[in-house]
């Protein structure tokens, strides 16, 4: 179970407003990259985010050029899982590689600051706040596998091959 506070964030969050490309030449430090986590759409958020909060999104999250290090840095910065309408198929990826997940549901119902649970397994989001209920989408077993190791490379040090009914 995860439990943490919503950020909203509207339609078409890209790559380029997650890591601002004006920041590219930080790619090789992450950690000073991910101070500039969302500075454009949402100023301060890196100072307000603590470790098990969600963001929350519409729709197309992450859409743009394909910045691995976009998905690490939401990451680094403690974020528990994304929560959107829908993402982008590369991001989604990337995401769920680095073991962040990323959950396809309503949003609509969500508000900025309201206190959430997430049970995977279970696919589901209750807000707590106001009380919504919401279903997630299901995962293929192995992306599941993958987030329960904390991403691609620790699952294939422990299993070395993937294992795909």
């Known amino acids: ?8 964030f509207g339609d078409n969050i890209s790559t380029d407003d997650i890591a601002p490309g004006r920041w590219f030449h930080l790619r090789s430090n992450l950690p000073e990259l991910a101070k500039h986590l969302l500075e454009d759409v949402h100023p301060g958020f890196t100072s307000g985010v603590r470790p098990g909060d969600f963001i929350v999104a519409g729709k197309n999250f992450g ?10 840095i939401i990451k680094m910065a403690g974020v528990a899982a994304i929560l959107a309408r829908s993402a982008a198929r590369i991001f989604f990826r990337n995401a769920i590689n680095v073991g962040l997940p990323v959950l396809i549901c309503d949003t609509d119902k969500i508000n900025d600051g309201d206190e959430l ?9 209750k807000d707590i ?9 299901k995962f293929p077993e192995v992306m599941l596998k993958i987030l329960d190791e904390g991403g691609l490379v620790p699952y294939i040090k422990k299993y070395k091959d993937f294992e795909i009914p």
């Not at 859409?63 to 690490?72: D, I, N, P, Q, T």
């Not at 649970?117 to 989001?125: C, F, M, Q, S, Y």
């Open 117 to 125: 649970e997430v049970d995977l397994e279970g696919r589901k989001v």
């Open 63 to 72: 859409l743009g050029s394909s910045r691995e290090h976009a998905a690490v």
């Open 1 to 8: 179970m995860l439990k943490g506070r919503a950020f909203k």
């Open 129 to 137: 706040t106001n009380g919504a209920e919401l279903s997630i989408g």
